[in-house]
């Protein structure tokens, strides 16, 4: 079984449980057990702010809820859908502005990390991902916004496509490109 094979089986679990979630509480906990933590996260990564980004995945959730009846899986998946639903989300607090280069991580922070995690550890990989942020943000535009849809959005190349209104075979170009300057930036 090939990785693309898998990763289509998942989304066709995740669109058939977010139907089933409109009238089954247990698949709607399902849904929001797996998505809040990589909607926070990208939420975390967009605005800096662990509290904001806490506040605005709450309103995306309650928007997600209020709307799912009229969530299509045969228009999209359901991550790219709640996705955008968080992206409005921020959008509608104008909060996205904080997500410019120029921004600074707060000092302790590193929401992914467990409490158990040792110290050390915890500041190892704070210090990557600041560096994989400034990576990030030395690309050309096209290559971040493909960069970010793609990790933090979890979107794939079609979905990506549609949305920058560019051909798929774009897409694939400019994110071959994205990591090898990620590749040459980290070292």
């Known amino acids: 079984m090939t990785l693309h094979t898998i990763s289509k089986k998942n ?5 058939n449980l977010a139907v089933k979630a409109i009238v089954d509480e247990s698949a709607f906990t399902e849904l929001y057990e797996h998505f809040f933590p990589r909607i926070y996260q ?3 990564a967009r605005t800096k702010d662990e509290t904001l980004a806490d506040e605005i995945a709450g309103d995306a959730f309650t928007r997600m809820y209020q709307h799912l009846n009229s969530y299509d899986p045969n228009k999209g998946a359901f991550s790219t859908w709640l996705f955008r639903i968080a992206q409005n ?3 509608k607090r104008g909060q996205d502005k904080h997500a410019v280069h120029g921004a ?9 990390a467990p409490e158990a995690e040792i110290p050390e550890r915890q500041f190892l990989n704070k210090e990557r991902n600041k560096e ?4 990030v943000a030395k690309l050309p535009k096209r290559q971040q916004e493909i960069i970010k849809m ?5 979107m794939k190349g079609n979905e990506i496509a549609q949305k920058l209104s560019i051909a798929p075979s774009s897409v694939r170009v400019t994110l071959k490109q994205a990591r090898e300057k990620l590749r040459e930036l980290l070292g």
């Open 42 to 44: 990208h939420l975390v």
């Open 89 to 91: 989300a921020l959008y």
């Open 11 to 15: 989304t066709v679990y995740w669109n």
């Open 104 to 112: 600074e991580w707060e000092e302790d922070f590193d929401p992914a």
């Open 132 to 135: 994989i942020l400034e990576a």
């Open 150 to 154: 793609t990790y933090w959005m979890d």
